[in-house]
């Protein structure tokens, strides 16, 4: 199976803010944009089977998702990763002794009393596992994801076929270059857990 990850339009945040799971808008014209360039990227894959749409419920995805004129089927477990007390500060307020136990522990540390990044690799594999079984029953389609870099780093790490624990800390230690709007085609290699 081959899946097609969208990373939302850049949200309306300040430079340097810590935004993870919250709520943040998208300028209408920054989505009209981002919407228009993934409409032109689909059309340029004519071997696309009917699209299956999965997305983050935060609007910044699911109003993309909603533009696609198809039914959107949002699922909490595809949200960016919760910060807890850091979300909507700016990066430089975060105390340096936070950001250093997080380091230093990247899989395990709770950023701001939120979630660990395995505990959001373990959501995500659990997506991924349900929408494997869920595709398997249905007539062809291509599942497309709305979500966040997160997202689509861990789904990345997992459908390359590393174990959980190895994908969660891949993608939490390696720099991401997923720009706002990027339209990435992945296959998914096998099943996430």
Known sequence: ????????PLPLAAPGVCYGSSDLAV?????????????????AMPELVPLRIYSS?????????????????????????????WELRQWDEV??????????????YRPGGGESVLMMAQRIAQFLNDLQEA???LPPCQ???VCHAGSIRLISALASGLPLREAALTAASSPHKIAYGAVLRLPLACKSV
């Open 1 to 8: 199976m081959e899946l097609i990850l969208v990373r939302h």
């Open 27 to 43: 300028d209408d014209e920054e989505m009209r944009r981002a919407h228009a360039a993934l409409c032109a990227e689909l059309a």
């Open 57 to 85: 419920p935060l609007q910044r995805c699911a109003e993309l998702a909603r533009l696609m004129g198809e039914e959107v089927r949002f699922d909490a477990r595809l949200a960016e990763m919760n910060f807890g007390a």
């Open 95 to 108: 105390a340096r002794a936070e950001i250093d136990a997080w380091t230093a522990d990247l899989l395990h």
């Open 135 to 137: 595709v398997a029953k």
């Open 143 to 145: 599942p497309l994801l």
